[in-house]
């Protein structure tokens, strides 16, 4: 096991807070607030993200003052801040003198200021800028007692993942250098030689920018590659800077791990970071948000290498960004912020504390809201601030779990390219079917990358890895070689990690591995379904599949593929491999989970909890364990434990009722 790394932030129990944005607030509501914080028991505030324009109003002409009186007050409060670099978002006067740094589209648009994030991140004039107040903020706070943890700009690529300016343009020239060599090596890993597309020089490179069809494949895989890498290359440029002036500060930015956010390989980050801290909102028409959140909290432990992280954002109620905002219901989000305590949070953060009177956000909820102290959203945050002290004994546990699940950011970027068998697919859709389903068991899961799967986990599944290096492949063979059962889906090991297909059959690199090979894909239309022999759905794909080793589990029922293999295991050493060529049902995937969990003897974390009802572990070192139970249901739940339950201060001698919605975590030893 790797050694631990020590939990850097220096707030008592679990961290509690959010964004505090006071420079939109006069003197007497900025007093009112840190009275208010400190009867929520809030302890941590993320502070001048949004601030550039306010510290620096004119080019080199500081307005510290207000800030360092904030922080000096919040410091007399006990209050600890995540002290931002004020970089996220230019002030106006930086973009007028400087337009060349503003960033832009694949089609030429320019991003303009008067909204935020309207910057080229590779843009050396901008980078000299951010570091220039980076270095100011360091310097002037670097020694103020209040100071917890660095947060580096803010949510990195949310608005502009990918820029296609000239600046850009020249950093990607740059890395491509760095990874080829030479203008051949570029030519045969791009496979130019279709389309008319030899590159003589790397100065006749350009980003893909809108062109009349598709754009070279390795190309767009490329320059996600290298957008990704230029948003870390300027976290590390600033980070470096705050390490050099305050060497003992803890050093973070604010990841946004979720099934919607595509373009940061955030497993790719990760070393980068002193701590992992991730953002998250659940999305307002999805009835199984709850789900998806597990998701996130399990990712974000997964890029933090198991050990704790933060969350430093997510809402008490509505967002305004989505196209309905629905406010959340009753202990909603109680059962969020526990849920991801479960999974390894040891910080609860939300954006943010003080609800706008203006600008873009003002409809977006917060921990005080537009009506005050006399709301349930405010009677929450006391009641959260109050659960979360109670719990401060689980700060540091880890999770435990049988099963990992592998999630790779260059797969999702590359299978859902143009020009493939279907424009159907969806990377994280696909992932999500067999981590439901897992969910829905009870059972726990690590998300891993596919450089870093565990040999230790009794399944391991793989859901549409679909471009795969040697050394990962081997990895997961590895996997089932010493003993777990191993489940790849459809379009896995395809390309390897140029996105040349693998020849000879698919699934190239898993072939061997799972005892298959394909000789071709049959994509399904739409609405399209054919029956597996079990009678279960499946839809968007099929392949002709042929056994060559493995036995069939399943076969298909009807369609120009019947009587071929749909669904495979084959016996790898110690475990075993088994292939899913299509898209099952909900009721198909269940039964293909139910036979695999029961092959590798992985239980429930707790026996007989209905469907909606969450338990999830954190162990400690000590021994000690934790065990989380979300309620989801309108039902109270009679469940099997012993212990002491922390939330209301009772001892559990052989069950526990959590009532409806409602939340309970057991100390058991
Ligand atoms: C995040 C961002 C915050 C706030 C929040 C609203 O993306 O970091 O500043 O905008 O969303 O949900």
């Not at 500060?249 to 390989?265: E, F, G, H, I, R």
């Not at 409809?363 to 979360?388: N, Q």
């Amino acid at each position: 096991m790797t050694p631990r790394r020590p939990w850097p932030l220096n707030v008592e129990g679990i961290a509690y807070g959010g964004d505090y944005n006071p420079e939109q607030w006069p003197l007497e509501v900025q007093l009112e607030d840190v009275r208010l914080m400190k009867e929520a028991g809030v302890g941590l505030v993320s502070v001048a993200i949004f601030s550039w324009a306010q510290l620096e109003p004119r080019e080199g002409d500081f307005d510290f003052a207000w800030l360092d009186a904030v922080l000096d007050r919040l410091h007399m409060a006990g209050i600890g801040v995540a002290l931002a670099t004020a970089t996220a978002s230019p002030p106006p006067w930086l973009t007028r003198k400087h337009p060349e740094i503003l960033p832009r589209l694949a089609d030429g648009t320019v991003l303009h200021q008067g909204s935020r994030q309207s910057y080229a991140v590779a843009s050396p004039v901008f980078r000299n800028y951010a570091l220039g107040m980076t270095r100011r903020m360091a310097e002037r706070y670097g020694d103020h007692p209040a100071l917890a943890v660095w947060h580096v700009d803010n949510e990195l690529g949310c608005h502009v993942p990918h820029d296609y300016s000239d600046a850009a343009a020249k950093a990607f020239r740059h890395w491509l250098r760095a990874r080829y060599g030479t203008p051949a090596a570029l030519n045969a890993a791009w496979g130019t030689a279709f389309w008319s597309q030899r590159y003589d020089s790397f100065d006749e490179i350009l980003p893909p920018l809108s062109a009349p069809t598709f754009v070279n494949p390795t190309q767009q895989l490329d320059f996600a590659r290298f957008s990704s890498d230029e948003l870390l290359t300027h976290y590390r440029a600033l980070r470096d800077v705050l390490r050099e002036v305050t060497p003992d500060v803890p050093t973070t930015t604010n990841l946004m791990m979720s099934t919607a956010t595509k373009w940061m390989d955030y497993f790719s980050w990760s070393q980068d970071l002193d701590l992992v801290a991730n953002d998250h909102y659940t999305v307002a028409r999805d009835p199984e948000a709850h789900i998806e959140l597990a998701f996130s909290a399990d990712l974000s432990r997964g890029v933090a290498g198991g050990e704790p992280w933060m969350l430093m954002e997510h809402s008490t109620s509505a967002v305004n960004w989505q196209p309905r905002n629905r406010a959340k219901g009753p202990g909603e989000m109680l059962r969020n912020s526990l849920a991801h305590v479960a999974r390894g949070a040891d910080a609860v953060m939300f954006f943010q504390w003080r609800q706008s009177a203006a600008g873009a956000e003002k409809y977006h909820s917060a921990m005080l809201p537009h009506a005050g102290e006399d709301s349930d959203v405010w009677r929450g945050t006391l009641e959260l601030g109050r659960r979360l002290r109670a719990l401060a004994p689980v700060r540091g546990s880890r999770v435990s779990a049988d099963v990992a699940l592998v999630f790779d950011y260059p797969s999702w970027w590359a299978s859902e390219m143009e020009g493939h068998p279907t424009q159907a697919l969806s990377y994280p859709d696909e992932a999500m079917r067999w981590y439901r389903a897992l969910w829905q068991r009870g059972i726990t899961v690590d998300i891993v990358s596919p450089g870093a799967v565990p040999t230790d986990h009794r399944v391991v599944i793989v859901p549409t890895l679909y471009t795969v290096d040697d050394s990962a492949a081997a990895r997961i063979a590895e996997a089932a070689h010493e003993g777990a059962s191993v489940l790849v889906t459809f379009f896995s090991g395809i390309v390897d990690e140029h996105d040349h297909v693998r020849l000879g059959g698919y699934p190239g690199a898993f072939r061997e591995l799972l005892g298959v090979r394909t000789e071709e894909f049959h994509p399904l239309l739409q609405d399209e379904t054919l029956t597996l022999d079990d009678g279960t759905r499946a839809s968007l794909w099929s392949e002709k599949t042929r056994l060559e080793g493995a036995q069939a589990v399943r076969t298909w029922a009807d369609g120009p593929l019947e009587g071929l293999p749909a669904v495979t295991r084959n016996r790898a050493g110690r475990g075993s491999a088994w292939y899913v060529g299509t898209r099952p049902d909900a009721d198909g995937v269940a039964r293909i989970v139910d036979a695999l969990l029961d092959e590798a003897g992985v239980a429930p974390v707790a026996a007989g909890l209905p469907l909606g009802v969450e338990a999830v572990r954190r162990r400690a070192d000590d021994g000690t364990s934790y065990l989380f139970l979300i309620n989801h249901t309108h039902q109270d739940v009679d469940v099997a434990a012993v212990g002491h339950e922390l939330i209301r201060g009772q001892d559990v001698s052989a069950r526990l009722t959590v009532p409806a919605l409602e939340t309970a975590v057991v100390r058991e030893r």
